[in-house]
């Protein structure tokens, strides 16, 4: 009966050793399929789920309900090419003012406005185009506004006109411009250096139009490079070709 005992004694240990072995190797298991399999599957899933909601919300946004009315053939804003034409002109100059790390880019147009007390018209030029990197680098005083004489500019204006472009730095040049106004506003309004383009149209001949004038109020950048000179060309071309016949800020007897 002892014997018999300890037999039974032997087999309930090993039993319940096999009962412990296999239930760890369950546990096991289990773990490795759920790292190997329910993981991802659980991750495939939501990420579909997000999918399809996201996608079916961003095609409800991206679609607006389709025009059913007619377009009125007499509308001004639908006929008027000079919208296109100046929305162009303002992305060009927005696209040169991060080109070539600017802060300011301006166009002046020249026209002839106003009489002195002979009867003659004065040229005077005026800001019609201005893209700016930050709000408070927009220009305020008396440059903005469409009666600043171009005779302010003095030979700065006659360099930019015999050379096509000339690169003023405040610090540099103040010796030369320090008398001049136009040099004066630019001191004043904070900036470092002031890039100058002419603006022409026509093709056997030609006529000077207005300035592209690109100013750098953060940093004083001594000269501009190959690349930025290339980029500064291109935008000249086709800055001039479309202010050609265009008549924003231009009074009613323009040059």
């Keep these: 009966m002892k014997p018999l005992k300890q037999y039974y004694n032997h087999a309930v240990v090993a039993v319940s050793s096999g009962v412990y072995w296999i ?4 546990a096991e298991g289990w773990s490795i399929a759920r790292e190997l399999f329910l993981a991802p599957i659980g991750g495939l899933i939501v990420h579909h789920i997000y999918n399809k909601f996201y996608n079916n919300k961003k095609e409800i946004i991206s679609q607006p309900e389709p025009e059913t009315r007619r377009k009125e053939l007499g509308d001004p804003i639908t006929l008027n090419e000079q919208l296109e034409k100046q929305a162009r002109i303002q992305a060009l100059i927005e696209r040169l003012l991060e080109g070539i790390n600017a802060d300011r880019v301006i166009i ?14 004065t040229q005077k030029m005026a800001v019609v185009y201005q893209a700016s990197r930050y709000k408070y680098f927009k220009l305020d005083n008396e440059i903005n506004g469409g009666e600043f004489n171009l005779e302010k500019m003095g030979s ?3 360099k930019v006109v015999d050379k096509r472009y000339l690169h003023l730095t405040i610090d540099k ?8 106004p136009y ?9 470092e250096s002031n890039h100058l383009r002419i603006l022409r149209s026509g ?12 100013h750098f109020i953060k940093h004083k950048k001594r000269s501009i490079n190959e690349r930025e000179i290339m980029l500064v060309d291109k935008t000249v071309r086709e800055i001039q070709q479309l202010l050609v016949n265009d008549h924003k800020g231009y009074p009613k007897n323009h040059i």
């Design 108 to 121: 002046h147009k020249f026209h002839n406005g106003g009489k002195f007390y002979t009867e003659k018209s």
């Design 203 to 214: 093709r056997d001949t030609y006529r000077n139009i207005g300035l592209l004038s690109i």
């Design 173 to 180: 040049d103040k010796d030369i411009y320090k008398y001049t």
């Design 156 to 158: 700065i204006l006659k």
């Design 183 to 191: 040099f004066q506003y630019l001191e004043e309004d904070g900036v």
């Design 23 to 26: 239930g760890d190797y369950i």
